[in-house]
């Protein structure tokens, strides 16, 4: 992502950021699986879907509207038309029949979970302290084109909070500080 869409993406859509981080770490370890022939493409029809999640991960709590929690990320279940999806929650989703075998897949997004999350905060540390003033010359253009104060607070805490994993005081006290020195 270049610095001008990274900028845009800060100041009107934070989300796509992460969705984009967490979408390449997928599709690597898509290509891993794809790569690995002792890993058989697991073939998960709709209504066994639960049952294998189940068989595969009893420690896992699901609910009845196909949360499944895990010790380090939460998964949806959906259908989009005909085809069913998963989602690591609020990190953008795949189509399970796109995916080589689903149960290594998230396998393998519970045990990295920590890691990639801890990889995005630093490099949205980073880039934010790097485009500091890009960001705030995008956030004064667009609040004089129209964009309300409250989207461009609201964009900003949702930039704060996807850098956050636990310590929401934390996220909390520095978007307090940074109102206060820049209204």
């Not at 690995?36 to 709709?46: A, Q």
């Not at 790097?130 to 956030?139: A, Q, T």
């Not at 005081?169 to 500080?177: A, E, G």
Request: charged residues 35%.
């Amino acid at each position: 992502m270049d610095v001008k869409d990274f900028v845009n993406n800060v100041v009107h859509q934070p989300e796509k950021i992460r969705r984009e981080f967490y979408w390449e770490k997928a599709k690597a370890l898509f290509g891993r699986q794809g790569n690995d022939s002792s890993l058989p493409k697991m073939e998960v029809k709709n209504k066994n879907l639960i049952d294998t999640i189940k068989k595969y991960f009893p420690e896992a709590t699901i609910y009845s509207d196909f949360l499944i929690e895990m010790n380090n990320v939460d998964f949806r279940i959906g259908n989009s038309g005909r085809r069913k999806y998963i989602s690591a929650k609020d990190k953008g989703w795949f189509y399970i029949s796109d995916i080589p075998n689903i149960v290594e897949f998230m396998k393998e997004t519970d045990r990295l979970m920590p890691e990639w999350e801890k990889e995005f905060a630093d490099m949205m540390a980073r880039q934010i302290a790097l485009y500091e003033n890009e960001i705030r010359k995008e956030e004064r253009e667009s609040v004089l084109n129209g964009t309300s104060i409250g989207r461009i607070l609201s964009n900003r805490l949702d930039v704060q909070l996807m850098g956050c994993r636990e310590k929401k005081k934390l996220v909390w006290s520095s978007f307090n500080k940074q109102f206060q020195t820049h209204h």
